[in-house]
């Protein structure tokens, strides 16, 4: 496939044109000039998500210039080669292919001449007899009791997706606690040991290259423990268990073969959920639903994979956060799950985005010229309002944000719900309209209720209350999060994000820059630890060593 830098492309050129006419235009004139921009600008998925696209700052022909340099990008026949398994993993020769793990239709997907799906169906089959043997009670521990505790010890995405997805579907989860370890600072580990029994935990060592030096001195210390209380090494099979690539470290770990689930080096760690890292999900909330989980991923790969551009959900959103990352300069993008159970949405989307698309060297090993991949944060509604909204409504930061909330909730507190919807539609209105201009209510429905959003402009702080609006949102809305839609609603972004790294023409799948850390803290681990090694780093680096050692003379 041919690599296309974007700002080269003639629709880029139309859009920055484009730009310059339209950057102006408020949102307010917007929906003023087009009543019908909700009907235009929103698809409602498979009857269970609505994705809200009007309360951004395009026309029709803004949306129709983008999908063109989408066009001209070749987007769909990129999605074609990462779906047939082309190593479009350049710089480390793999493929790219976490859509194989729910490819629920089976369809034969080749990796070096073999179809992974005899792989991926294997330990699926694995996963399942082991997760309904430990919730069923049947597995016991080194004393014959019944498991209550798994212990996932993991780092990055062998952390972030599990535990975002177990918070997320807390409502389904049957009796075992799921504990998360990943810091390598020893609280993280301590906290947890203090809260379980050896005699009826399991740990699950979590690490596609098991190398991850959090992750195994974690593990290390872990296996000391369990050691301390069952003075058996063979023991350790009851208890330990590795979700990895690489079986040879798993075994060198002391991991009894049986114990090992295996995904493969076309997973990328932070779309890994899907795989047998993913094993604390089924053991959270059985194997049932984390099938229905997969069927869900697996319906938006269907539609990523054949819909239009027009219609194309996550082609949509990649490029509207282009035409705010490279045309409006904005430098982060927010995502607000108005869901208390997503409570780690926006961190493991972090992981995702940054990661993948946080590189200044395009594909053709050329220093990029254009913005890359934006800031991801966000936390949960309602409260971030009560955190950081105020510099999104009066600050100077252009912020794109996607609002997400269940129209269901899973608990039957109705006015707090209603509350929560009335607070989710507030925020995307005012930031979108603000609260100065009379003009833009003068056609409104309820007009009583409009002017009373009004500032009054002999008020004497009127300068210091207006909020100028402006401000784009996307509004997500899911019939309830359950695990069908989450699935949905996770491989939503995962595409969206594939199609902002093609659009940047980036390779969104390798991660060079976090070699470079993990390099040097081993280096200063050994200065640290040997007193007598000799004075080897810049001033600050040895000062700071020297000072912190000073405690430990
Ligand atoms: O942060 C770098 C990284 O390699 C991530 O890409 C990955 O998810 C994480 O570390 C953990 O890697 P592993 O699963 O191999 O332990």
Redesign the pocket.
Known sequence: MKYINPVNTKSWNILKDHFNKIKNIHLRDLFLLDPNRFKKFSIFLENEILVDFSKNRITENTLKYLLDLAKEMNVKDAIKLMFSGAKINKTEDRSVLHIALRNRRNFPIFVDNKNIMLDVNHVLNKMKDFSDSVISGQWKGYTGKSILDVVNI?????DLGPYMVTEALRPYKNHLNIHFVSNIDGTHLSEVLKKISPETTIFLI???????DE?ITNANSAKIWFMRYSKDKSSLDKHFFALSAHIENALNFGINIKNIFQFWNWV???F?LWSS?GLSIILSIGFNNFEKFLNGAHTIDNHFYNSEYEKNIPIILAVISIWYTNFFGSETEAIFPYDQYMHRFSAYFQ?SNM?SNGKSIDKKGQKICYQTGPIIWGEPGTNGQHAFFQLIHQGTKLIPSDFIVPILSHNNLRSHHIKLISNFLAQTKSLAFGNIEKSFFKKSISIENNIKCILNKKDENFLFKQCIGNQPTNSILVRKITPYNLGMLIALYEHKIFVQGHLLNIFSFD?WG?ELGKKLAKDIYENISNLEKYESFDSSTQGLINFYRSFYK
């Open positions: 993991g780092i990055g995405g062998s979590a690490s596609k290259t098991f190398t991850t992750t990328g760690g932070r890994s890292a992981q990661e991660q976090v």
